[in-house]
């Protein structure tokens, strides 16, 4: 099947594409932060969100890039192009994961379509988190007195 578009006009199209920012990253970042965990460090294979301190890396992977099982549908144009290009990419995220397993941290990859069901949990995390600092703080400060 021939693309609808040319390939100037495609390529227009696919630069508008962003692969930091993303709206998924967007919709975790106060929370995660919020968590200690930093916001697109340099560090190997591109995590979204990292904590060098907890050594866990997190990766919100898009559903058409990372060939996601349930949401993946191959373009009807240059099958062969994406075929491989999504390959290549599920290859790499695999490289990554064991890079950061090797070392001994945690690898979170959260799909795109779950990220509505990860905020909700993450909240209820963070909440825990912060109940579990309080009653902390509050003991070390009557032990103190």
């Known amino acids: 099947m021939m ?17 930091r920012n993303t709206k998924p990253e967007k919709a975790v970042y106060d929370v995660l932060i919020s968590m200690g965990f ?18 866990v890396a997190i990766f919100i992977d898009g559903c058409f890039w ?6 993946f ?9 994406w075929k491989r290009k999504i390959v290549r ?4 995220d695999f490289n990554v994961t064991a890079y950061y397993k090797k070392r001994n941290w945690w690898v979170i990859r959260v799909w795109e379509h779950s990220i509505p069901d ?16 309080l009653r902390c703080f509050h003991n070390e400060e009557i032990e103190n007195e």
């Open 89 to 92: 990419n599920i290859l790499r």
């Open 3 to 19: 693309d609808r578009l040319s390939k100037q006009q495609r390529s227009v199209l696919m630069s508008k594409i962003r692969s």
């Open 38 to 55: 930093e916001y697109q460090p340099k560090m190997y294979g591109k995590p979204d969100y990292a904590s060098k301190e907890l050594e």
């Open 73 to 81: 549908r191959l373009p009807k144009t240059n099958q062969d192009f």
């Open 66 to 71: 990372h060939g996601c099982y349930k949401h």
């Open 118 to 133: 990860i905020v909700e949990r993450l909240r209820d995390i963070e909440s825990v988190y912060e109940e579990s600092f």
